[in-house]
């Protein structure tokens, strides 16, 4: 099994669609009532992957779920906070896709010194509450069917003036990150 972690780009966006899509049609987990088309999803690739950051994991060169940070319920100013989103294909569920991917997206945000994620879950949702607190999030609060949770990050610089984006982490520490992120994909694998 070939696993990888890593950034995404324009060329990911119909297999990420693909995934996204029924979150958006079954269920009450995206934050949108419609699906974007390709070319607006392709938008929002190139808008957040080099600001805030989405990356995947593939299994076998295949798409398994991603995961991004944007600026939703963030209060203007706040530099240091982002909400994250992931989106999980339907089979890939429980194979440790999930926990590979927060792992990566948070070891990103250490090193590019935000201070904390929250994660907004539509209501009812037992299973993404259950990953949140395993993942280190707590309960802040919960309006109109929605809980917020969150989560302190240690940033490696205290002193940073603002976050550093995705792209411009040291090779090395991403690489790392990555890679340990990958075999979070394999070790659930091999526990089942």
Request: proline share 5%; hydrophobic share 40%; aromatic share 10%.
């Amino acid at each position: 099994m070939r696993v990888a972690v890593r950034r995404i780009n324009e060329w990911d966006a119909p297999s990420m669609l693909k995934i996204y899509a029924p979150y958006v049609e079954n269920t009450n987990c995206a934050p949108e009532k419609a699906v974007p088309t390709l070319a607006e999803y392709i938008r929002r690739i190139d808008q957040y992957t080099y600001g805030r950051g989405w990356i995947m994991t593939e299994i076998d060169s295949a798409t398994a779920g991603f995961c991004l940070l944007t600026e939703r319920g963030v209060e203007k100013g706040d530099l240091f906070t982002a909400d994250i989103q992931l989106y999980v294909s339907p089979d890939c569920l429980r194979r440790g896709v999930g926990t590979s991917l927060y792992s990566l997206m948070l070891a990103i945000m250490h090193h590019a010194n935000y201070r904390r994620v929250t994660a907004h879950i539509n209501l009812p949702n037992d299973a993404a509450i259950a990953f949140h607190e395993k993942m280190g999030f707590s309960r802040v609060e919960e309006k109109d069917g929605v809980l917020l949770m969150a989560r302190d990050i240690e940033p490696e610089n205290p002193a940073a003036k603002r976050f550093t984006k995705p792209y411009l982490i040291e090779n090395e520490d991403y690489e790392r990150a990555r890679e340990y992120a990958a075999t979070l994909v394999r070790e659930a694998k091999e526990a089942e």
